[in-house]
């Protein structure tokens, strides 16, 4: 199916007509807002993402039958979950008062990331996580989990950091968002519009690009929202009990490191630098982060409004 313009290809009637191992294939043009959300959409109707790619949007035209304006267009494959897959243990950890991911490879293991989906209708950020590390000895987090499955392999210890190999990150209410992407050695840098209020949060997100080679992706968001992590217990790994790894010491996280390196290699994806508007906002700047947004436990929060205003309750918080 190709560029389906307001159009919902992603209904309740395509589980019903697809094989156990029939697939759908979507393309559609970078300006098509109708499935900008596409691949939730599809985890929705228990479907699976097979493959994703970027393509010349050459020899392709709009649903009206003119050119598409992008060069580039995404092609999207998805096939129906089996009845093992629509089984699989699924957790969502609400992380709005604990952000307990380490995007920093503190552990010796790469974690990559996707660049954001921002759904604008909602103000809703979405990030793909893999190979990222978390910490489990938080209570909150631990115990969100096992009220949902008392079984899950993380009840092994209580002193413990896992290693999710997929996930989903979603931080919800976004005020603005700002992103760095290094690619080839080069920095490109796209932002939303630097705006926040007094309370709002700071979320920091990166790691090595899931789909591109030679490129990192650096992001903050900052919200006043809630904070989940979706992820399924056959993509949870044990990974460090108190200063022990479990995973085989060095060799084994190089064997993790070389594998994602591998498939990441396979994927061979173009990376659509015409999506970055070269805006470098401030947030950035280290001095700016220290006035606007200190360090605390936890998330980052504003005590300061931007652009700045003459705010009373301002002026008060800071004297």
Known sequence: ???PYDYKPL???????????????????????????????????????????TALSEGYCQSKGTPINSKFIDEYEFKIKSKNQSNIMKY?????????????????????????????????????????????????????ILSVNPKSIINIDKDLIILAK????????????????????HNYYHSSGLKFNIKDRYAVCGGRDIEHLDSKIYSRAIFNGSVFLELEEENILPFIIGCDD????YEGITKINHQKESEI????????????????????????????LPSCDGYREAIKNYPPTNNSSEIELNK
Not at 37 to 49: C, G, M, P, Q, R
Not at 246 to 249: H, P, R
């Open 246 to 249: 479990l995973v085989g010491g």
């Open 11 to 53: 209904n309740d009637l395509v589980p019903r007509v697809l094989s156990n191992e029939g697939t759908i294939i979507i393309r559609r043009g970078r300006n098509n807002k109708h499935l900008n959300n596409v691949e939730t959409i599809a985890d929705k109707e228990e479907l699976i993402l097979v493959s994703k790619k």
């Open 265 to 292: 290699a396979m994927k061979n994806k173009i990376l659509d630098i015409s999506r970055f508007n070269n805006i470098e906002s401030p947030i950035w700047d280290f001095d700016f982060l220290m006035e606007y």
């Open 166 to 185: 997929k996930a989903l990150l979603t931080i919800e209410n976004i005020c603005c968002y700002d992103l760095r992407v290094i690619h080839n050695d």
């Open 92 to 144: 969502k950890i609400d992380l709005t008062n604990c952000y307990c991911i380490d995007f920093d490879g503190l552990s010796g293991i790469k974690s990559y990331v996707s660049l954001p989906i921002i759904e604008k209708e909602t103000s809703t950020f979405r990030m793909r996580l893999e190979n990222v590390s978390i910490t489990m000895d938080e209570d909150i987090c631990r115990n969100q």
């Open 1 to 3: 199916m190709a560029n």
